[in-house]
Each structure stands twice: as C-alpha cells, then as structure tokens.
C-alpha cells in the first residue's frame, strides 16, 4: 500500500497550546499536502509543500518536510475550538491521484 | 463563484437497489474526481475523469461501479446492487485544465454519505 501513515491518530489540547501532527510517506514525491476536514463536511486544502522545500507557512501553520526521512509535519500555532477537525496529508501519485494519510483526529477544548 | 457542488448531502438506499451520486465541478474545471472514504479512514481514489473521457479507473471496483462525465452535465458516480460495504462517503474533487497535482491541490466538494441499509 502506498498509504501514508499519520500520528498521531488524536490529539486533544487545550485552546492557545500548539498542535503538531506529523506524517510518514512510502515513495518519493513531487509534493505534499495537507488538507482539514471538519466533521461531515468536505476536504479542504491546506498548504502544499514541494520536495525542494524544507518549511512552508501560512497564517498560524507550518509545514516542514524532510524527503531523506520521508516524513512531514503539520504544526498548529496558538490553536482555538475551529481548528477541531481532522487533519490528512496527501502524496501525489501517477499525476492523477492523491494518497492520503489516515488521519489526525484534532480536538482542541475552550 | 460556486465550489464543487454534490448531491444529494445523504443517500439511503436498500440493499440491492442503484446510488446515483452527482457531482458538477467549479466552473471552469473539466477535470473531475472520485474518491470513497470509509469510516475512520482517509480517502481512497476511485476514477478520474475528462469531459467525456475515464482518464483513471484503477481505483473503482471492477463490478457494479461505473461512472461518467458527460459534455454537458454534472459526472455520475453510479453504484448498482449497492450492498452493506458500499455504506461510506463519496467525495468529488475538481481541477482546471491543464493543472496537475505537481502545483495545485483539489477543490473538494461536500460529498455524499450513502448508507445502505
């Protein structure tokens, strides 16, 4: 399975703390991104990070990603309740589809 | 500008019976795509498909699934016999033409929880 795998698989913090999920891939990539699903809706996409980059950031995230280690990490800043969701990764494969991570399931408390 | 638009939000069906799941694309997208995700878990690719073409099909189950796009309309997801295990949300995402996953990610619509019953 191309699969990636996600951890942890939830996280409960308090509202101001920071989050950090992290993600492990199988191949090598061209990108990778990270996308929030809040509960019964729909993905959205996050922040892409290509393989020559190491860190990216927008508003209160930050994406590193390490190809050597194939890993990334997804980190929260200063969280509130609206970030409660569950986060993925994704991998591009064959130019057409995205493998997707299992999940970090987010619950940040007021 | 309108996002991906599903429908239906929920679909209930019998054991046996057809799901037919909608999808039209942002406007300006001619690249459509399926993707099932079953409880607790992330999504799995299904089809990918152009105006009138299946680009993709390697993720779809060789039976009872089919889908289409067609010149005009929204695309189709098409389930016959639904059975237990087809119970899962079916997402659809959208891509312009001439963009791949190199530099963009999808736009995602709602999508559609079918429950077979």
New interface residues.
Partial sequence: SQ?GEEDPQALSIQEGENATMNCSYKTSI??L?W?RQNS??????LI?IRSNEREKHSGRLRVTLDTSKKSSSLLITASRAADTASY?C?T????????????TRLQVFP | NAG?M?NPRHLVRRRGQEARLRCSPMKGHSHV?W?RQLPE?????MV?LQKENI??E??MPKERFSAEFPKEGPSILRIQQVVRGDSAAY?CASSPPGT????????????T?LTVV
């Fill in positions: 699969q061209n990108n991104q996308y019964g809706r729909g993905l959205v996409h892409l993925f994704a591009p494969y064959n130019t057409d589809k995205l493998i997707f991570g299992t999940g | 991906v599903q795509y993707y878990e992330g999504l799995k690719f990918y680009i993709d390697s993720g997402f791949g996953l190199a530099n963009y990610g999808y736009t995602f619509g709602s999508g929880r």
